[in-house]
């Protein structure tokens, strides 16, 4: 079981938005602005999408964007493209005591 | 470009040993802390943990499920992170990416292509 929570999948139509959640407590997403976000593709490496809840990479298309609200972070993907069919994780620093990164369990999105 | 490579997989026994090396290129290597994960097959992503840079004292952190038994360490002069993995367990099977962990906050923001590790008898 993983730390923080999110939907086992999600899916849209292409030009459509989604939002995926994630979901921890005031421990990890509700205590620190240092949510992370990687998109995986099937048999390769995570990339990093969102950092610092809101803030994207250079490379990364402003389609992607995030939002925090109390325990629970949000990816927000707009103008879906056949491209962004990939697995989503979250991530959450943990705190100074246990210097520890949490993750969610990974959200599978489907573009139909 | 920044690049990371992982290598040193493979299959080994239950209760044998394995190190991986991350060999780095493309930034100044003993600037940054480095992060090991992994992720069994079919699963999510899992934290294995990280050495901060000389600057901050290189000392290393670990989740709980390897304290103990895994070590991480790094050469700044070869631009090389190490994963020493002792006393393997089955459940220790995966694939292990090494990262980089950004200058400016918790997340990673480099990833290497991974390498698998299986522990079966």
């Known amino acids: 079981q993983s730390a923080l929570t999110q939907p086992r999948s999600v899916s849209g139509s292409p030009g459509q938005s989604v939002t995926i959640s994630c979901t921890g407590t005031?421990?990890?997403?509700?205590?620190?602005?240092?949510v992370s976000w990687y998109q995986q593709h099937p048999g390769k490496a995570p990339k990093l999408m969102i950092y610092d809840v809101s803030k994207r990479p250079s490379g990364v298309p402003d389609r992607f964007s995030g939002s925090k609200s109390g325990n629970t972070a949000s990816l927000t993907i707009s103008g879906l493209q056949a491209e962004d069919e990939a697995d989503y994780y979250c991530c959450s620093y943990a705190g100074s005591y246990t210097l520890n990164v949490v993750f969610g369990g990974g959200t599978k999105l489907t573009v139909l | 470009e920044v690049q990371l490579v992982e290598s040193g997989g493979g299959l080994v026994k239950p209760g044998r040993s394995l190190r991986l090396s991350c060999t780095a290129s493309?930034?100044?290597?003993?600037?940054?802390?480095m992060s090991w994960f992994r992720q069994a097959p079919g699963k999510g992503l899992e934290w294995v943990g990280f050495i901060r840079s000389k600057a901050y004292g290189g000392t290393t952190e670990y989740a709980a499920s390897v304290k103990g038994r895994f070590t991480i360490s790094r050469d700044d002069s070869k631009s090389i992170a190490y994963l020493q993995m002792n006393s393997l367990k089955t459940e220790d099977t995966a694939v292990y990416y090494c990262?980089?962990?950004?200058?400016?906050?918790?997340?990673?923001?480099?990833w290497g292509q991974g390498t698998l590790v299986t522990v079966s008898s």
């Open positions: 005031s421990s990890d997403v509700g205590g620190y602005n240092y």
């Open positions: 493309g930034f100044t290597f003993g600037d940054y802390a």
């Open positions: 990262t980089r962990v950004s200058s400016s906050g918790w997340h990673f923001d480099y």
